[in-house]
């Protein structure tokens, strides 16, 4: 089984949408959570980190859920800008060196 | 967030040959640097940690004598793909993270930009 699981994709969505993103863990004592963007041939960027109560930051809000093993990503508003690969990231352990990442999930967002 | 520089961006080269690749931290001691690799529409794997001054920490099914890493400073860490095959051709991504005592999250990683190598 896979650590991290996400759907690929892609999801096309129009201007002003609102989409959303999930992604499940295998690892229950997984500790940190991260939602990274990837735009083609270019590197992961930290989006946000994920928290236990959620957290939120302009038109993204992300959260967790530790019972069912899962975080999400909410993206409002939807910008063309916001066309990229998201990626799911978890630690397995607190301190661990390792980022689990997901294969991401490919948005296009359509004019 | 930090700054970190991977050289070169891309290299194309003859099957046989070594290739290295630097990874540099820009504006933060980075002790530890990781090396991942990303396949085509697959997921960045991690190839290897490195800590500075130490030898470094393979993932499994990753050949310690064919990717040979240095991170002789808290700012350089070196891969070098030795006797390269067209199958070796990937983007290999480094990222660096700080001490404890950095102002950013422990967990945190920078990435570079990669380095996208072509075997012939």
């Known amino acids: 089984r896979k650590e991290v699981e996400q759907d690929p994709g892609p999801f096309n969505v129009p201007e002003g949408a609102t989409v959303a993103f999930n992604c499940t863990y295998s690892n229950s004592a997984s500790q940190s959570f991260f939602w990274y963007r990837q735009d083609c041939r270019k590197e992961p960027k930290l989006l946000m980190s994920v928290y236990s109560s959620g957290n939120e930051d302009g038109r993204f809000t992300a959260q967790l859920n530790r019972a069912s093993q899962y975080i999400s990503l909410l993206i409002r508003d939807s910008k063309l800008s916001d066309s990229a690969t998201y990626l799911c990231?978890?630690?397995?352990?607190?301190?661990?060196?390792?980022?689990?990442f997901g294969t991401g999930t490919r948005l296009t967002v359509i004019p | 967030g930090a700054v970190v520089s991977q050289h070169p961006s891309r290299v194309i080269c003859k099957s046989g040959t070594s290739v290295k690749i630097e990874c540099r931290s820009l504006d933060f001691q980075a002790t530890t640097m990781f090396w991942y690799r990303q396949f085509p529409k697959k997921s960045l794997m991690l190839m290897a940690t490195s800590n500075e001054g130490s030898k470094a920490t393979y993932e499994q099914g990753v050949e310690k004598d064919k990717f040979l890493i240095n991170h002789a400073s808290l700012t350089l860490s070196t891969l070098t793909v030795t006797s390269a095959h067209p199958e070796d051709s990937s983007f290999y991504i480094c990222s660096a993270r700080g001490g404890q005592g950095e102002s950013q999250t422990y967990n945190e990683q920078f990435f570079g930009p990669g380095t996208r190598l072509t075997v012939l």
């Open positions: 990231v978890v630690v397995g352990v607190a301190g661990a060196n390792n980022l689990f």
